[in-house]
């Protein structure tokens, strides 16, 4: 689009300068082929020479800004023509004022044309710079095209010319007031797609750190799960470990206590057997004394003491017996104590 737009203005300027430049013969511009170029230069440096000059005639002035012209020295066409315009006559004038007005239009279209070049040094930085830099220059021919036909009311190519540089001029306003609109629809555009474009990107990175944040969160709860389920499984595993060690400890317990009963009943046979034995053996023993005692009373009869001294010693016995029995009736019958 800023190609067209560039091709356009190029075609309008070009457009005027043919209308302008052709309008005064004088005034058109050729480039000097190359074996003239000394020649040129010879005629630039007498011109130069010529404009120094305080008296120097207005019509050599004149002559020598077409010829400069034509030369495609511009500047210094320029310059000779405005000498010509404040010091010749008002015919002379005029046509140094038309032609100083073609003149300066020419130059900044060379300008234009050389900014249209890669490579060129003095070429404005923009279409956009050129482009204005032109409007100026157009300002300036216009002022002075006007100055002409002030200076000659007959002068009808410098009055069309002026009308018609006025209407290029406002034409190029109106593409530069168009562009500038569309640079500013442009950056306006331009702006709104950044602006889209930072949200777009502040929405994704915020997007981005949700995500991020619920991965994290995500990971600390099943980190959490599996130190739960591990102290879980812990606890699970000490309380299995303490009820084996609980239960060893009662069947150990449930083993000593049956041990001890069974020594304890052990024992009480022992000391039952044992007793029953000494019964036997008293028993037998006071057989014998009985018999003895039975024999010696034959051979000679007890006294009253003595037959009361038996007697009291067989109560005596049989008492001691009933105790016994009774004791060991009691340790049978009694629970043994509980060590858990």
């Known amino acids: ?37 000394a020649i040129v230069a010879q005629a ?19 002559n ?44 900044s279209l060379k300008e234009m044309q050389a900014a249209q070049q890669p490579g060129q040094a003095s070429a404005p930085d923009s279409p956009q710079d050129t482009q204005q830099q032109v409007m100026e220059t157009l300002e300036r021919a216009v002022r002075e095209l006007k100055d002409a036909v002030r200076a000659d009311p007959t002068n009808e190519n410098a009055r069309a010319n002026a009308e018609l540089a006025h209407r290029v001029l ?15 629809d442009d950056q306006k555009k331009d702006d709104q797609q950044k602006q889209d474009q930072q949200k777009q ?21 099943q980190q959490k ?28 317990q449930k083993q000593d206590q049956q041990k001890q009963d069974q020594q304890k009943q052990d024992q ?14 008293q028993q037998k023993q ?5 018999q003895q005692a039975d024999g010696k009373q034959e051979r000679k009869p007890m006294t009253k003491q003595e037959v009361e001294r038996l007697l009291q010693k067989i109560r005596d016995k049989e008492k001691a017996r009933m105790q016994e029995q009774l004791e060991r009736q009691r340790v049978r019958t009694q629970p043994a104590p509980k060590d858990w």
Do not use: C, W
């Not at 737009?5 to 000097?32: D, E, K």
């Not at 630039?44 to 004149?62: I, M, S, T, V, W």
């Open 225 to 252: 799960q599996d130190q739960q389920k591990q102290d879980q499984q812990k606890q699970d595993q000490q309380k299995q470990d303490q009820q084996k060690q609980d239960q060893q400890k009662q069947d150990q």
């Open 286 to 290: 006071d057989q014998q004394q009985q």
């Open 1 to 37: 689009m800023k190609s067209a737009r560039n091709a356009m203005f190029l075609r309008i300027a070009f457009a005027s300068t043919a209308i302008i430049a052709g309008a005064h013969a004088s005034a058109q511009t050729t480039q000097p082929p190359a074996d003239t170029q």
């Open 170 to 184: 406002k034409e190029l306003k109106q593409q530069q007031d168009k562009q500038q609109k569309q640079q500013k």
């Open 64 to 107: 020598a800004g077409v010829a400069m012209y034509r030369a495609g020295e511009l500047g210094l066409a320029r310059d000779l023509f405005e000498a010509a315009a404040g010091r010749g006559r008002a015919d002379l004038a005029s046509r140094s004022m038309y032609n100083r007005g073609t003149t300066r239009y020419a130059e």
């Open 201 to 221: 990107d502040q929405q994704k990175q915020d997007q981005q750190k949700q995500d991020q944040q619920k991965q994290d969160q995500q990971k600390q709860d």
């Open 268 to 281: 009480q046979k022992q000391d039952q057997q044992k007793q029953d034995q000494q019964k036997q053996d």
């Open 44 to 62: 630039r440096e007498a011109a130069e020479q010529l404009l120094a000059k305080p008296d120097a005639r207005p019509e050599r002035l004149y």
